[in-house]
């Protein structure tokens, strides 16, 4: 079956710009996750949606994060005024129930920010 | 806090050779350990996991057991091949669900 998918798989943008990021889940997995790869780093917890909910959007940096889920499928991350340090890695990965079930992840969108 | 420290790389071992990537980590409780792999090009792939103590996870001839006392959890394999020259991540999951990475070790095999 399709694995989690996201789009685009890279993305250039220049200081200050708003940028999206998408994901499709895995179908009927109800659990969501964002995380953030640097460079020479092992990813970074984001923020965890439970259906339509942010479950835990304890490592959003600051409030130009922001994620929704709307109807509890592909799930979008939108990063406002984007700074040079925005640049990463960001993954998305599903699971079916949350907690400690097995996450699956995405290829990850790499951003640049020049 | 959590958190999880694996041995730095790159590691560069001929082909054949026996692997052993450390990892130790620091949790709440009791929490389900794992082993990633990430190709080149390629995303996140879980490679192997134990859930409680003295379990060991075996894949692709990898394998690592979950010892409590240390909290330790080695990834070793007997003979690599090229094929596994990728960038290997430990983890965990905190209590509130969240993976928790080391920082990656990234092994080079060479023929």
């Known amino acids: 079956g399709a694995g989690v998918s996201q789009t685009p798989s890279n993305k250039v943008t220049e200081k200050g710009k708003y940028v999206e990021l998408r994901c499709d889940p895995i179908s009927g997995h109800t659990a969501l996750y964002w995380y953030r790869q640097s460079l020479g780093q092992g990813p970074e917890f984001l923020i965890y949606f439970q259906g339509t909910g942010a479950a835990d959007d304890s490592g959003l940096p600051n409030d130009r994060f922001f994620a929704v889920r709307p109807e509890g499928s592909v799930s979008t991350l939108k990063i406002q005024r984007t700074e040079r340090g925005d640049s990463a890695v960001y993954l998305c990965a599903s699971s079916w129930g949350g907690g400690q079930s097995e996450q699956f992840f995405g290829p990850g969108t790499r951003l640049t920010v020049l | 806090g959590d958190s999880v420290t694996q041995m730095e790389g790159p590691v560069t071992l001929s082909e054949e050779a026996f692997l052993t990537i450390n990892c130790t980590y620091t949790?709440?409780?009791?929490?389900?350990l794992f082993w990633y792999v990430q190709y080149p090009g390629e995303g996140l792939q879980l490679l192997l996991k134990?859930?409680?103590?003295?379990d060991k996870g075996s894949n692709k001839g990898f394998e690592a057991t979950y010892r409590k006392e240390t909290t330790s959890f080695h990834l070793e394999k007997g003979s690599v091949q090229v094929s596994d020259s990728a960038v290997y991540f430990c983890a965990h999951y905190n209590q509130g669900g969240k993976l928790i990475f080391g920082q990656g070790t990234e092994l080079s095999v060479k023929p």
């Open positions: 949790a709440t409780g009791y929490p389900s």
């Open positions: 134990a859930t409680k103590a003295d």
